[in-house]
């Protein structure tokens, strides 16, 4: 089941907190969300593909090669990603919980 960096994007996309979205979203709904999120992404991943695709397309039109990935934003490395020991939200979603009960 996606973590809880999914579950802050839906909730932005929706205009919910995420006490509101567990309170009135199914598991079968949330999962639903999920499976589409992997079709079609909802948080910010999205945009970010946008636009390397854009800065591709420009830089292609003037006799330059770089590929969409090339151009796309990096918000992390892997090495930070492995650093973190997984999940990077885990910790906020421990107090997130801990203050919600």
């Known amino acids: 089941m996606p973590g809880m960096?999914?579950?802050?994007?839906l909730a932005l996309r929706m205009g919910r907190t995420l006490g509101e979205l567990r309170q009135t979203m199914t598991v079968g709904e949330f999962r639903m969300w999920a499976e589409y999120?992997?079709?079609?992404p909802i948080g910010d991943i999205r945009g970010d593909i946008l636009n390397?695709?854009?800065?591709?397309?420009?830089?292609g039109a003037q006799g330059s090669k770089v590929t969409i990935e090339d151009a796309q934003l990096q918000w992390s490395t892997e090495e930070?990603?492995?650093?973190?020991?997984?999940?990077p939200f885990a910790g906020l979603e421990a107090a997130l919980?801990?203050?919600?009960a």
């Not at 999120?37 to 079609?40: A, E, L, T």
């Not at 390397?52 to 830089?59: E, T």
């Not at 919980?97 to 919600?100: F, I, K, N, V």
């Open 37 to 40: 999120d992997r079709i079609s």
């Open 5 to 9: 960096q999914f579950l802050m994007a």
């Open 52 to 59: 390397a695709q854009l800065v591709s397309a420009v830089y």
């Open 97 to 100: 919980l801990t203050a919600s």
């Open 80 to 87: 930070d990603e492995v650093n973190d020991g997984g999940d």
